[in-house]
Nanobody, 126 residues
Framework: VQLQASGGGLVQAGGSLRLSCAASGRTFSSYLMGWFRQATGKEREFVASISRNGISTIYADSGEGRFTISRDNVKNTVYLQMNNLKPEDTAVYYC????????????????????WGQGTLVTVSS
């Protein structure tokens, strides 16, 4: 599968953005999907994950209550709605997918994802 992330941009603190990740192919519903981010000079970190069937979701503590991951298996797209953004959310955001998990599984571990998008930059100004 090929993944194409979009929706990043410059936003003021307290604002919102919705990231999208479009997947190619006809088996999107077979893929566990996740969002990760990497700030300049820092390691890539987990943001959110959603199961193949869209029922199970998990979040990093940093985004709990502010971020919402969702997916549309008809449109082959996963979303990350980010509200109340903070300057520390500034990073390149990557979507990722993997097809080796069960329908309800989620994962925080980057190494579990075999497919990655190119990243979209989110900049939050104070």
């Amino acid at each position: 599968v090929q993944l194409q992330a979009s929706g990043g941009g410059l936003v003021q603190a307290g604002g919102s953005l919705r990231l999208s990740c479009a997947a190619s192919g006809r088996t999107f519903s077979s893929y566990l999907m996740g969002w990760f981010r990497q700030a300049t000079g820092k390691e890539r970190e987990f943001v959110a994950s959603i199961s193949r069937n869209g029922i199970s979701t998990i979040y990093a503590d940093s985004g709990e209550g502010r971020f919402t991951i969702s997916r549309d298996n008809v449109k082959n797209t996963v979303y990350l709605q980010m509200n109340n953004l903070k300057p520390e959310d500034t990073a390149v955001y990557y979507c990722a997918g993997d097809s080796s998990f069960s329908s309800y599984a989620t994962s925080r571990t980057a190494a579990n994802y075999d497919y990655w998008g190119q990243g979209t930059l989110v900049t939050v100004s104070s």
